[in-house]
């Protein structure tokens, strides 16, 4: 079946402008995380949502980082007045459930570039 | 939450064993040990899970210590298609996963 999928790819914006990436979740599943991935370094957790509660938002860096999910399935992250440091991957994951030992199965990725 | 560590990169020959180690001295009782590997441009991509006991499946096999305070996941044959960062993570049930920087292993031909 299909997996995560993310859109943009690629985004490039001038510091200042909003963005917003999406992230379609493996249909069915009900945890959702997102993640941002500097160059070099590991993923970094941001977000959490079961179904479309947020019930984890301690990740996010600043309140210009906003994420919804609606109606339990496709999630956005919304980055307002971007700043350079806000250059990175940002990866989407999704898995039936939050609980250990569930497999979390991430997308590409939107590789989001910050002038 | 726990940390692990891994050896920053790696090196190995196509078609040779590989093992990849991990520390996590301040495990937890429920600490699952997970491994996941991402691939250029790709995100990270589950390849083996274990508590106690070792683990075998068709990508990989994951050997733990019996004190739990070290693991090593092993790839039986490497193959150009493995060259990738390997990340060691504990994760308790409701935790989130904590990546560290990894193991950038290299295949050569």
């Known amino acids: 079946g299909a997996g995560v999928s993310q859109s943009p790819r690629y985004k490039v914006a001038k510091r200042g402008q909003d963005v917003a990436l999406r992230c379609d979740p493996i249909s069915g599943h009900v945890s959702l995380f997102w993640y941002q991935q500097a160059l070099g370094q590991g993923p970094e957790f941001l977000t959490y949502?079961?179904?479309?509660?947020?019930?984890?938002k301690s990740g996010l860096p600043s309140d210009r980082f906003f994420a919804e999910r609606p109606e339990g399935s496709v999630s956005t992250l919304k980055i307002q007045r971007t700043q350079q440091e806000d250059s990175a991957v940002y990866l989407c994951a999704s898995s039936l459930y939050r609980g250990s030992p569930d497999t979390q199965y991430f997308g590409p990725g939107t590789r989001l570039t910050v002038l | 939450d726990a940390k692990t560590t891994q050896p920053n990169s790696m090196e190995s020959n196509e078609e040779e064993p590989v093992h990849l180690p991990c520390n996590h001295s301040?495990?937890?009782?429920?600490?699952?040990i997970h491994w996941y590997r991402q691939l250029p441009s790709q995100g990270p991509e589950y390849v083996i899970h274990?508590?106690?006991s070792n683990v075998n499946n068709r990508m990989a096999s994951l050997a733990i210590a019996e004190d739990r305070k070290s693991s090593t996941l092993i790839l039986h044959r490497a193959t150009l298609r493995d060259a990738a960062v390997y990340y060691c993570?504990?994760?308790?049930?409701?935790?989130?996963?904590?990546f560290g920087p990894g193991t950038r292993l290299s295949v050569l031909p």
């Open positions: 301040t495990i937890s009782g429920t600490d699952y």
């Open positions: 274990g508590l106690t």
């Open positions: 993570i504990l994760r308790d049930y409701g935790q989130n996963f904590v």
């Open positions: 949502f079961q179904n479309e509660a947020q019930l984890d």
